[in-house]
């Protein structure tokens, strides 16, 4: 079992920056992949970013390459978020899963979310 409190959201205005980070508890941190999604009012939940449990590698979709950066440390996951945009408003999610397939496309474990706003 995993437990994922996300923090850092807020509201920041077009071209500034943020910082999510994501604390987990439980057993095997280590072992899981983790990933950020987010959900628009109104849209579905997407993914944004993962890195694998080694924090070796790292991914992301094509709207947040090269603004976004997704790292880990030994229990937490963060997201530092540049040049941010109002489509970037949403409610980031931290989640967990057992390799980097499955976090991408099923994760095991939730967050409770974090909004961030980003004002134009």
């Known amino acids: 079992q995993v437990q994922l409190v996300e923090s850092g959201g807020g509201l920041v205005h077009t071209g500034g920056s943020l910082r999510l980070s994501c604390a987990a508890s439980g057993r095997s941190f280590s072992s899981y992949a983790m990933g950020w999604f987010r959900q628009a009012p109104g849209k579905e939940r997407k993914y944004v970013a993962s890195i694998t449990s080694s924090g070796g590698s790292t991914y992301y979709s094509d709207s947040v390459k090269g603004r976004f950066t997704i790292s880990r440390d030994n229990a937490k996951v963060y997201l530092q978020m540049n040049n941010l945009k109002p489509e970037d408003t949403a409610v980031y999610y931290c989640?967990?899963?057992?390799?980097?397939?499955?976090?991408?496309?099923?994760?095991?474990?939730w967050g409770q979310g974090t909004q961030v706003t980003v004002s134009s």
């Open positions: 989640a967990a899963g057992g390799t980097i397939i499955a976090v991408t496309a099923h994760p095991d474990y």
